[in-house]
């Protein structure tokens, strides 16, 4: 069994910033990539940023420049900083995660989500 905890979501004023991490645990042989997605109410989940087991980065066009996805694969944990936040970026953010389990299985996870909110 694995499970993905999000934390760091909260409360942030228009331009601030915000990092969220994401852990990865249980019977994990390997994770081959994490990501993150966010949901805003009444749309689509869209992908924010991925990260591979080889340290390569993807983001969201609307991203590039102000988010940052980094992990730490000794604790199997991935990293979204935020910065320059806007009034858009609001919604709840889910931590994603391919991983090879130690049964060998690979499979697809999703964290709970914890919820980002930009406002004055």
């Known amino acids: 069994q694995v499970q993905l905890v999000e934390s760091g979501g909260g409360l942030v004023q228009p331009g601030g910033s915000l990092r969220l991490s994401c852990a990865a645990s249980?019977?994990?042989?390997?994770?081959?990539?994490m990501g993150w997605y966010r949901q805003a109410p009444g749309k689509e989940r869209e992908l924010v940023a991925l990260i591979t087991s080889g340290g390569s980065a993807n983001y969201a066009h609307s991203m590039k420049g102000r988010f940052t996805i980094s992990r730490d694969n000794a604790k199997n944990t991935v990293y979204l900083q935020m910065d320059s936040l806007k009034p858009e970026d609001t919604a709840v953010y889910y931590c994603?995660?391919?991983?090879?389990?130690?049964?060998?299985?690979?499979?697809?996870?999703w964290g709970q989500g914890t919820q980002v909110t930009v406002s004055s």
């Open positions: 249980g019977s994990i042989f390997s994770i081959i990539a």
């Open positions: 994603n995660a391919n991983i090879v389990g130690t049964d060998y299985h690979e499979s697809g996870y």
